[in-house]
């Protein structure tokens, strides 16, 4: 019975790390690729170091993403 409960409870847990952790990722990837691009139709000129910096500040947020999926599969394989 208590191994059950510890089951479920390590399921919800995962499934409310994955659900909040790809939140805060898409949420904040989006803005990054929305407010570059703005910047990149003001001013082609810095495009270059716009997307450069873009595609650094996603990888960064996209990390958060990971560390998610890795508490989530270590509640549902370990307990």
């Known amino acids: 019975m208590d191994q059950a409960i510890i089951k479920a409870a390590a399921a919800i847990g995962a499934g409310l790390c994955m659900g909040l952790g790809a939140i805060g990722p898409a949420v904040g990837e989006g803005n990054a690729v929305g407010k570059a691009l703005e910047g ?3 001013q082609p000129e810095v495009s270059d170091t716009l997307r450069t910096n ?3 500040g996603c990888a960064i947020t996209e990390s958060t993403g990971i560390y998610s999926l890795v508490i989530a599969l270590l509640l549902l394989f370990v307990f």
């Open 40 to 42: 990149m139709a003001r």
């Open 54 to 56: 873009m595609i650094l």
